[in-house]
């Protein structure tokens, strides 16, 4: 590495967020950027540590050591080069993705791991910045046609990597504007949508089509698809959330996180809400679900100017350092504490609804609750649970959201009339060695075949995917494994 000491010489280092009470006032993104000597020595931080468990941690393969080295080096173009090689949109996964690369740093063993994330974040706009990431159609073209189904992570990953080798690829997204969940589930404080139409216009100018509001299987025809595109990919995602049935469910103000989310992002966009809007102003909010959704569910509602925000997860509480059950380099369960509740919510562990209490009007205004205990199993794992008797009680609560994860993508309609297999969880049986499904030319990836994963997992299967597309089409790929990268 360029400095084999540094990791002795500095200390993880991150970067400035504006004041809370500030950040809560807009949507914007309130990270500021590291300085240019800062981020200098947290390059230097990365160890000749000789085996970097670092690329086996992330999904991508992601060849961490050498872009980091060459930051230190302050040789930006190698570094986009190295970056990119791997990872189609880093300007995505340098903001939202969760870092399962710095938990594998073998730094981490016993000091903070390197700050990979924010170093992939700043690679990636300084080589916008300097020019260095222009739009590169293809020389030559196949003949070939692939139809991408959805415009996430996954889909557009598969759709970049299809055109690089000369395909004509067609995205349908059923949105009014692409990006799926980057478009309409991340807030926007946590990625700007000036960012996706970036990288989308890019992608434009490489020569993919977008298509918007081109739901297939309802105003667009399969047939027209299976007949007109040599080739299919799935990347709808895992759509269908988690639903909560009990008593006083259809109460007004139990809504799902997602209808929650996308509102505010079309508000932000200053696109047209057009079903009821779900406002957290003035009220008593509980958001019953621990991970990042219920996570941005408490940010977008404190700017709301939401009266309180208590997030209940059902689990016991996370540990907040390693244990026994998990040992490094594995991704660990750990307690997790976001800018979104820095900027304010309560949060309880171990609590089961039992009901939602609704007014004479049928407007929700309490929620009855009891905490619960667990069994532990010999892996350190939650079993069972049952009730803490003289615990139940209601709580006052105009508005619940339901951010308890997803189940499977949409069965009705296009899985449906394509006749496509599904696995034992209600996902889209697709090999996982060759991504195809039950028809020979639709391919799957990202959450609709794997379930609910995280987005550097959606990238890292519309990359695969798109290998196997072109084998399928050209009888081999030009494409790179993540197991076998050039970046020179």
């Not at 739009?135 to 996430?152: W, Y």
């Not at 047939?223 to 009990?246: E, H, K, M, Q, Y």
């Not at 803490?388 to 949409?410: I, K, N, S, Y």
Request: hydrophobic share 40%; proline share 5%.
């Amino acid at each position: 590495m360029g400095k084999v000491t540094g990791f002795q010489e500095y200390d993880r280092v991150a970067p400035i967020r504006e004041e809370v009470a500030t950040r809560v006032k807009h949507y914007g993104e309130f990270l500021n950027n590291l300085p240019p000597q800062e981020l200098n020595n947290q390059a230097a931080r990365c160890m000749d540590c000789g085996v970097p468990f670092c690329q086996s941690g992330c999904p991508l393969g992601n060849v961490i050591p050498e872009f980091n080295d060459a930051v230190y080096q302050g040789k930006w173009e190698l570094a986009a080069n190295i970056l990119l090689s791997t990872n189609n949109f880093p300007e995505f996964t340098g903001r939202i993705c969760p870092a399962p690369c710095e938990s594998a740093c073998v730094l981490g063993i016993n000091k903070p791991p390197v700050s990979i994330e924010e170093i992939e974040k700043h690679i990636i706009e300084i080589a916008f910045e300097k020019g260095f990431i222009k739009a590169k159609a293809p020389l030559i073209r196949t003949g070939k046609k692939v139809a991408v189904i959805g415009s996430g992570p996954a889909g557009l990953a598969a759709a970049a990597q299809l055109n690089k080798v000369g395909h004509e690829v067609t995205v349908f997204e059923r949105d009014d504007a692409p990006g799926g969940l980057l478009r309409y589930g991340i807030p926007d404080f946590k990625l700007q949508k000036n960012v996706v139409d970036r990288r989308i216009d890019l992608m434009k100018e490489e020569g993919i089509i977008f298509k918007c509001k081109a739901n297939v299987g309802e105003n667009v025809e399969i047939g027209t698809l299976l007949r007109d595109f040599n080739a299919i990919v799935l990347a709808g995602g895992s759509t269908i959330p988690r639903d909560l049935p009990i008593d006083g469910r259809s109460a007004k103000g139990v809504h799902f996180a997602m209808d929650f989310l996308k509102q505010q992002n079309k508000r932000v966009a200053g696109r047209t809400v057009e079903a009821e809007d779900i406002m957290a102003t003035g009220k008593n909010v509980i958001v019953i679900g621990g991970g990042d959704t219920g996570s941005d569910c408490i940010g977008t509602s404190n700017r709301h100017g939401a009266k309180s925000v208590t997030q209940f997860e059902i689990m016991p509480m996370p540990p907040q350092a390693r244990n026994e059950h998990m040992p490094w380099p594995n991704y660990p369960m750990l307690l997790k504490n976001t800018s979104s509740h820095e900027e304010g919510a309560q949060r309880a562990w171990s609590v089961n609804t039992k009901n939602f209490i609704a007014d004479e009007k049928g407007n929700l205004k309490a929620l009855k609750v009891v905490d619960v205990e667990w069994e532990i199993d010999a892996n350190g794992r939650p079993v069972t649970f049952k009730e803490v008797a003289g615990t139940e009680r209601d709580l006052p609560c105009e508005l619940v959201l339901l951010a308890m994860g997803f189940l499977h993508p949409q069965k009705e309609g296009l899985l449906e009339k394509l006749g496509i297999e599904l696995d034992n969880r209600g996902n889209v049986k697709a090999s996982e060695h060759t991504y195809q499904t039950n028809i020979a030319k639709i391919f799957a990836a990202g959450d609709v075949r794997r379930g609910q994963s995280l987005v550097v997992w959606a990238i890292s299967e519309g990359r695969e995917a798109a290998r196997k597309v072109d084998e399928y089409l050209m009888g081999a790929t030009k494409l790179a494994s993540k197991d076998a990268v050039a970046y020179a």
